[in-house]
């Protein structure tokens, strides 16, 4: 593993556990050429996912982009982290799982939506006003009657 402070490529492993319920792998490295400190984390892939966008493009799925969405819709709520991860874990898996090697990124907001409204109703509500791309309040008022329960109104 590269050191990502000199670059260089012999850094050695100081510490091994697991993490994310036995998903993962994390690792404590140092540099012994800029004693240099970081973590790297090992995963399982099945499989290399592409993401099409809504332009039609094609990107590699990314993994930590996917957990920025969560950091941001959750900025500033009190949410463990350890749920947080466990719920980037599941989207992924079931990504992984689904057999397809091509997914929409609106398949993948939809699944992070569904996840949100698990984890915190206020990050549910910021997620889904970009997602969906809110123009007026009334937009906001839909989604929190979706919220209590109301179906939804034409």
Known sequence: MRCPYCQSEDTQVKDSRPAEDGAAIRRRRACPVCGGRFTTFERVQLRDLVVVKRSGRKVPFDRDKLHRSFEIALRKRNVDPERVERAVTGIVRQLENSGEGEV???????????????????????YASVYRNFREAKDFQDVLGELRGEPEAD
């Open 104 to 126: 929409s990124a609106g398949e993948i907001g939809l699944l992070v939506m569904e996840a949100l409204k698990s984890l915190d109703d206020v990050a549910y509500v910021r």
